[in-house]
């Protein structure tokens, strides 16, 4: 059995960050389901890594983070900080590099099956390797940080692992569900592929809870885009509710003119000129300003940016992420009951937690190990 200061489950953002920022002479291991690490990080932004935000509160320690390591930064008119190459496989790299010069062993295609918390001793891990070698492996590790994401697109293998890990060492984990996803709203395969600017609404109950202003995309069964997943944190199941049930309180209006005034369209004989052909068939001028919209479904796991919901934040110190439940062990990233808008939040969110963490189990290794 192999052992370390520290083991992190979870080759994600969250996790990235923790080993990048953990003193040298900590001896530390990763472990990683997918055969690459970063693999999620690199689907981000579009390809180009949406990093963090200018509006995030603690934005300075993703900023410094990264410089440290050599990775330049630009943000554009919206706030959002991206690589300035644009190629977020080179956070990736920039990270990877960081870990080489670590005491710290990556280990992937590994799938944690069992994790036992020792008497405050430390923590057993259990896996097996996916390859042909069905390899299982033991690790004892004096602390733990786990950094295994949520359920969004699990296509990405995040699969929600770490929500049973957690609960089994006495942690609560609030309802989980898909946000930052798109919304089904009926047959649009007739306008499917065109886009629109506008305003989105969210009504529930006759009343408007949040609106978002940007590029609608039409699909084939509903709208998507940035203005629309931002709107989906907002459509909640009450305790005993299912979503379905929920749904049937909530509809969409949308402006597709949202630079006209009414006065302005007075006189116009259809939507066509301001909407394209296709759109204007469906849309038409009466309803331009105000079109409304059923909400069918929420698109799933596999369509979702992010998880909504997670470990119930009281139970962590928010300074250290370090469990109150569970001595040396720290609960990281997509894991928490802490979800942002589009934009860069949620990325922040996970490098942010990861470096505290990491800071934490310095300081608690650094007076054995000097």
Not at 178 to 201: H, N, Q, S
Request: aromatic share 6%; net charge neutral.
């Amino acid at each position: 059995m192999k052992r370390y200061d520290v083991c992190i489950i979870g080759g994600g953002a969250a996790g990235l960050a923790a080993a990048a920022s953990l003193e040298n002479h900590i001896a530390a291991c990763v472990l990683e389901k997918n055969q690459i690490l970063g693999r999620k990080i690199m689907a981000t932004g579009g390809g180009r890594c949406n990093i963090t935000n200018e509006a995030c509160p603690h934005k300075e320690i993703t900023l410094e983070f990264f410089n440290g390591m050599g990775l330049e930064l630009y943000h554009d008119s919206e706030g959002r900080y991206y690589p300035y190459s644009n190629q977020a496989s080179d956070v990736v790299h920039c990270l990877q590099q960081e870990l080489k010069s670590k005491n710290c062993q990556i280990k992937t295609g590994f799938l944690t099956q069992k994790v036992v918390s020792t008497e405050n001793e430390g923590f057993l891990v259990e896996g097996v390797f996916s390859d042909q070698t069905r390899k299982t492996e033991r690790i004892f590790a004096e602390h733990l940080i786990l950094a295994t994401g949520g359920k969004a697109a699990p296509q990405m293998g995040t699969t929600g692992d770490g929500y049973g890990f957690a609960r089994e060492m006495g942690h609560t984990i609030t309802r989980v569900y898909p946000i930052l996803t798109g919304i089904e709203c009926g047959d649009f395969e007739a306008i499917k592929g065109i886009r629109a600017r506008g305003t989105v609404k969210l009504i529930c109950h006759g009343r408007a809870l949040a609106a978002e202003q940007g590029e609608i995309q039409f699909t084939k069964d509903g709208i998507s885009g940035i203005c629309v997943f931002n709107l989906t944190p907002h459509i909640q199941a009450k305790p005993g509710e299912t979503i379905q049930e929920a749904l049937q309180h909530y509809r969409l209006e949308l402006d597709l003119a949202p630079d006209f005034t009414r006065e302005q369209l007075e006189g116009r004989k259809s939507s066509f000129g301001i909407l394209s052909k296709k759109l204007a068939a469906v849309v038409s001028l009466a309803e331009i300003k105000r079109w409304q919209l059923p909400i069918l479904g929420i698109k799933g796991w596999k369509h979702a940016q992010c998880t909504a919901g997670g470990i119930c934040l009281d139970e962590i110190d928010a300074a250290t992420m370090e469990s109150r439940l569970v001595k040396r062990l720290y609960l990281v990233g997509e894991l928490l009951d802490v979800q942002g808008p589009c934009g860069g939040y949620n990325l922040q969110n996970a490098w942010e937690t990861g470096i505290r963490a990491a800071q934490a189990v310095n300081q608690a290794c650094g007076n054995l190990k000097k």
